[in-house]
């Protein structure tokens, strides 16, 4: 991500991107952002609003995927500072284009230069080029927000604190995708504890996030698991 970073800044994606990562919006939720959603005096950002194209029509509506989704977050200080620089190119593009800056779009954070909106997956096909031209790991945009929950994950941040940031109706839907990260926290602290109370090695192995990952999938394949808490309740076991 630290990467991604570096690569984006002062592009064109940067402020989609930057959202995506911080937050872990939807694509549908990131176009979709209005400034009047964003209270730069209170420093809060709301999600309300979607931009989704259906059989090539733009449509724009408050209605939500679920009523969960519509959360207010922190404004997060390097994104405020992304957006009120990004609001001020704004307004040169609008002196610099006239007459034909497109002024429909006036309250959309992501739009393109001269005003139009930015399509769904124009923003994809973008980000896929710019991954492939900075020789960076293939990661498809969705994946943004699974590196948002994983990062917060990592930091300790609990599953139900995860489920109300992204905006998950249901706990169980947060925990069936990111459990088996919470399981390699777990042998974190398992071997904490073991080395508080003895000065024996580790007794359980640690692994990588992606070796565990792997590991874990292999074996629910083999075992015929389709579920991340079935797999963990037949571990408990």
């Given at each position: ?5 570096e690569?984006?800044?002062?592009h ?9 990562a ?19 005096e ?12 259906v ?8 209605q ?6 519509h959360r207010?977050?922190?404004?997060i ?6 957006l ?11 002196e610099?284009?006239?007459n034909v ?7 959309y954070?992501?739009?393109e ?9 124009h923003?994809?096909?973008?980000f896929a080029d ?9 990661i ?7 590196s ?6 990592a ?12 905006g ?23 071997n ?6 003895s000065?024996?090695?580790p ?29 963990l309740?037949?571990?408990?076991k």
């Amino acid at each position: 991500m630290k990467k991604l970073f570096e690569v984006i800044k002062g592009h064109p994606l940067e402020v989609p991107l930057t959202l995506a990562a911080y937050y872990g919006f939807r694509r549908i939720e990131v176009l979709g952002i209005r400034w009047s959603a964003i209270d730069f005096e209170h420093k809060l950002i709301t999600i309300n609003h979607k931009l989704l194209v259906v059989e090539r029509q733009v449509i724009l509506t408050d209605q939500l995927k679920t009523k969960t989704s519509h959360r207010t977050l922190p404004l997060i200080a390097p994104v405020e500072e992304l957006l009120l620089r990004h609001k001020a190119k704004i307004e040169e593009n609008k002196e610099f284009y006239g007459n034909v800056y497109d002024k429909r779009f006036l309250d959309y954070v992501c739009v393109e230069e001269d005003g139009k909106i930015v399509y769904p997956d124009h923003l994809t096909k973008k980000f896929a080029d710019l991954i492939k031209e900075n020789g960076l790991r293939h990661i498809r945009f969705h994946d943004l927000r699974h590196s948002c929950a994983s990062n917060m994950l990592a930091s300790g941040v609990p599953l139900k604190e995860i489920q109300e940031w992204l905006g998950h109706s249901d706990f169980s839907t947060t925990a069936n995708v990111y459990s088996h990260l919470d399981f390699s926290f777990k042998i974190q602290a398992a071997n904490t504890i073991l080395s508080a109370y003895s000065d024996e090695e580790p007794a359980i192995k640690q692994e990588s996030e992606l070796s565990l990952l792997e590991k874990v999938n292999k074996e629910m394949k083999t075992l015929g698991f389709t579920s991340i808490k079935e797999y963990l309740a037949y571990k408990a076991k």
